[in-house]
């Protein structure tokens, strides 16, 4: 990797990805030149980053190197699992946080590589990706003052527009628009939906599907056809424990990968290895400015795994990548890549390298049967579901969701999830009637095997 | 009074509906009464056994006994069960003496009521005789620092040569819910996708000199410790003078944590551990005999053998750490358990027991 | 009011190895009836000869040590709101210790 740090003398930096947008690097900080033995682990020549309260290895190296290390994770990440095509039109999930942030910020900066690379080539053949922003505004979901959303939009818009052309869209949705447009009732009935689990843990976990409904809709009916999460390691880490401790062992090894293709739109995870300390120093150093109008502390076994990995993390601070690295370990699925694709504007190398990750062909993926509600994929169905075919819409709805949706999403009584059904956003009803319809079939394959066996 | 009354009157057995309700299960949030919990306690465990067929008729058996709460329940309610369902099995205990005064020796004294109140015949193996050292001496030798590694890898044979010198067929420990839940986590803290994989599994050890099972996987602890407070069990609690801070293990309080706020978390982390999707082919090492001793080892010599040259060698860093042993096969799998961090939980007591 | 105490599974190492203890707790002045929570409070300071964070966390026990009143598992009578009576018998228990 080459550094670009203008006193390197590697003298690499002119070919490395520099990002026109951000700020010229602070100068470095006094304290640290005080002392010559003490340089950046990586060039050797300038003076490592001393942050207030960081202490990681990150900290070891000077701003120039770190940048150039973080972004090198990223554009590794984009490339190894062909995130972006030039023919591609990217979403990027922007919640003003700092992992969004940075993950807005290194995609302008592809993009704008991309740009010159364009207007320097002869015949103009790479078409340039683009890009566009979506921020979902959850204020139906938070008790947060509209003054405060409607500044930090405004913000939000500044930011956006702010970065260097080409212009990117930004999309503001509110996240009632999950329901469809013609009902004026949608935060009403979100307000409902969320009402109607007891479970905090639970609630949390249901807006967070529903988030990712909302960016889903964004995303297919501005026609993108990828989204970008700013996921990142710790982000990840947690995620691990936390399905670990929700019995969601067999879904978790589709939600921790880099692509994710079950969805419409394919998403992406290109900060999948970088930390959040990481990021934000990042943004600290750059002065990527950071807002999260929605941002409330985890609650229930969310808020329990968080300060657990935050304990662990102090007693070692590798222990979020080892985390990471055993999930890592973990068998993903077919869904797990992008799709292949004949788009013949599509450059041969990277078509090539989607054949070398593309291991067998889409038939695998429609046998997997996917929780309407949080859309993991579902180990095997069972004999309970099958004879809750021919029962009430509502338990149908109920055998066709995971345990762990069950037990803390759906309400428990008959009578509630009725009305609990009726809350639900069309796509969920639509994935359920979905999967009731595969297992329909699955289980008539069943029988047909079984009959041969018995002849 | 009247509060009183009010209590009584409510907390009534969910099951029988008659008698004062005694505990919550955690498993179910059910309340129930001690009568009720004896039989739901003892049937879930005869459930496991006989859907996991984890006996056959006619094999000896061997309990890990340590005196604590978990083995010394699993003797009482597998002799009970054994008596009750015609298991047919000859069952006994087996003790391991690490040689460590003023905690082994007194929690054998309660192994060895238990061979007369449950009339299980006790076989105890002692560090000293296996192996020439008790962990007195070898404490006394390296220090604090890394003696929960010899005592668990020495243990681990202990209990197999037990197991042989009784010849029986299999030998049950006993590991309950909670544990497992810990050594899941533990697992991916620690980056051990082989373990990992195994670890949930009711029945290890099946290509070993002896099987070893787990009645108690599925068992909460509290359930454990409730059935033998109300059974008024001889159990011995003390924590191992060698390793005070094992129960401190980070994992084990967020488990407990978790149980609070969810009783569930514990069997969902065990589901969890047992849907994992780990590719079969991740390589095991390889199973050889140890040249000096004839105990299954993937080296030339097995972890106990090096500890031991080691220590009567002089050199009790021997094998501990990222050291390869004596051979010079650059194998992966040799990673040594660093037996004194904090987060590897408790090293001793039921964990690697 | 006059209360049996009972350290078990260990806890009673934190009060020099006695396991019964038969104590006098007087109630807060304030209020008229003694909880588990008042108990608590006083068992850390009166009982309690070290360790107290193997007892206690936060204003409750320690997750893992069970609490019974009167052999009744304390989930299902309140808990810390549990209240107390004359020659209740409150029984801790570590689930913590050693397997």
């Known amino acids: 990797m080459s550094c670009n740090s203008s006193g390197c003398q590697s003298n690499c930096h002119k070919s490395d990805d520099q990002l026109s947008d951000s700020p010229p690097p602070p100068p470095p900080p006094l304290a640290a030149a005080n002392n010559s033995n003490n340089l950046c682990l990586k060039c050797k020549t300038n003076s490592p980053i001393t942050p207030g309260s960081l202490s990681g290895d990150e900290a070891r190296f000077c701003a120039d190197c770190f940048r150039s290390n973080i972004y090198g994770k990223f554009r590794l990440a984009v490339t190894s699992h062909a995130m972006i095509s030039p023919s591609d039109n990217v979403l990027v999930a922007f919640s003003g946080g700092p992992s969004s942030r940075v993950a807005l910020q290194f995609v302008h900066g592809l993009q704008d590589r991309a740009q010159k690379n364009f207007e320097a080539s002869k015949d103009k053949s790479l078409a340039v990706f683009g890009v566009g922003v979506a921020f979902i505004d959850e204020s139906a979901a938070y008790p947060v003052s509209s003054d405060k959303v409607d500044g930090a939009i405004q913000d939000i818009r500044s930011v956006v527009s702010n970065l260097a052309p080409p212009t990117k869209q930004l999309h503001v949705f509110p996240i009632e628009n999950i329901y469809a447009t013609d009902s004026s009732d949608g935060k009403d009935r979100l307000t409902k939906l969320l009402d109607a689990v007891n479970d905090a843990t639970g609630k949390e976990d249901l807006l967070l599907h529903l988030r990712m409904l909302a960016l889903q809709k964004v995303a297919s009916q501005n026609g993108y056809n990828r989204l970008v999460l700013g996921s990142c390691a710790s982000r990840i880490a947690c995620h691990v424990l936390a399905a670990t401790v929700k019995g969601q062992g067999y879904s978790l090894s589709a939600d921790i990968q880099y692509v994710d293709a079950r969805w419409e739109i394919p998403v992406v995870l290109p900060l999948h290895d970088c930390t959040s300390q990481e990021l934000n120093l990042l943004c600290h150093l750059d002065g990527l400015k950071t807002l999260q109008p929605f941002d409330s502390p985890p609650s229930g076994i969310n808020g329990l795994i968080s300060s657990f990995v935050n304990i662990l993390q102090e007693e070692n601070p590798s222990r979020e990548c080892t985390i990471l690295r055993t999930a890592g370990k973990l068998t993903p699925f077919e869904f797990n890549r992008i799709p292949e694709t004949d788009d013949c504007n599509v450059p041969l190398a990277i078509r090539r390298r989607q054949k070398r990750y593309n291991l067998k062909t889409k038939e695998s993926i429609s046998s997997e049967l996917f929780c309407p509600i949080c859309n993991g994929p579902l180990k095997n169905c069972n004999s309970l579901k099958l004879s809750s075919l021919n029962s009430c819409q509502s338990s149908r709805f109920n055998a066709a969701c995971c345990s762990s949706c069950q037990f803390q999403i759906l309400p428990k009584d008959p009578s509630s999830m009725e009305n609990f059904c009726s809350l639900l956003p069309q796509q969920v009803v639509d994935r359920a009637k979905l999967g009731n319809c595969r297992l329909r079939e699955q289980i008539q394959d069943c029988l047909l095997s079984d009959s041969e066996d018995e002849n | ?353 | 009011m006059q209360l049996t105490l009972e350290f078990g599974g260990g806890l009673e190492l934190l009060c020099d190895s006695v396991k019964i203890h038969d104590v006098n707790v007087i109630p807060n002045l304030e209020a008229d009836k003694l909880t588990m929570k008042d108990l608590l409070v006083w068992v850390r300071t009166n009982v309690i000869k070290e360790r107290p964070e193997m007892f206690m966390k936060d204003d409750s026990v320690r997750p893992g040590v069970l609490v019974l009143v009167n052999d009744c598992d304390w989930e299902l009578s309140g808990q810390l709101d549990t209240p107390l009576e004359e020659k209740d018998v409150v029984v801790f228990i570590s689930t913590l210790h050693g397997g």
């Open chain 2, 1 to 353: 009074m009247e509060g009183n009354h009010e209590k009584a009157r409510v907390r009534l057995c969910y099951l029988c509906n008659q008698r004062r309700a005694a505990l919550k299960r955690p498993k179910t949030l059910e309340q129930i009464c001690r009568e009720c919990f004896y039989e739901v306690f003892e049937e879930e465990i005869h459930q496991v056994i006989v859907k996991n067929q984890l006996f056959k008729p006619g094999e000896r058996i061997a309990i890990g006994a340590s005196g604590g709460k978990d083995s010394t329940v699993l003797a009482y309610v597998l002799s009970e069960l054994n008596r009750r369902h015609n298991y047919g099995l000859d069952l006994f205990l087996l003790s391991v003496d690490e040689g460590i005064t003023g905690y082994r020796d007194d929690s054998l004294e309660t192994v060895k009521r238990n061979e007369l109140q449950y009339g299980l015949p006790l076989k105890i193996v002692s560090y000293k005789d296996l192996y020439g050292w008790t962990m007195d001496e070898i404490v006394k030798t390296i220090g604090l620092k890394n003696n929960c590694t010899f005592c668990g890898v020495f243990r681990r044979q202990a209990l197999d040569r037990g197991a042989a010198l009784l010849k029986v067929d299999k030998l049950v420990t006993g590991h309950n819910a909670d544990d497992i839940a810990e050594t899941v986590l533990l697992n991916i803290l620690r980056g051990d996708i082989a373990r990992l994989s195994r670890c949930t599994s009711i029945t290890t050890g099946e290509d070993g000199p002896i099987p070893r099972c787990k009645p108690f996987k599925y068992t909460y602890e509290k359930e454990i410790v409730m059935y033998a407070y109300f059974k008024r069990l001889d159990y011995f609690s003390t924590e191992c003078i060698y390793s005070p801070n094992a129960y401190r293990g980070f994992a084990r309080e967020f488990i407990k944590d978790l149980e609070r706020m969810r009783p569930r978390a514990i069997l969902d982390i065990i589901k969890s551990g047992e849907d994992f999707r780990i590719s079969t082919s991740t390589k095991m090492p390889e199973q050889g005999i140890c040249e000096r001793c004839g105990y299954i080892s993937s080296q030339k010599w097995c972890k106990a053998c090096v500890l031991l040259e080691g220590l009567n060698k002089g050199l009790p860093k021997l094998g501990i750490g990222r050291s390869r042993g004596l051979d010079n096969n650059h194998r992966k799998d040799v990673k040594q358990i660093n037996g004194t961090k904090n987060i590897e939980g408790k090293q001793c007591g039921s964990l690697d027991f």
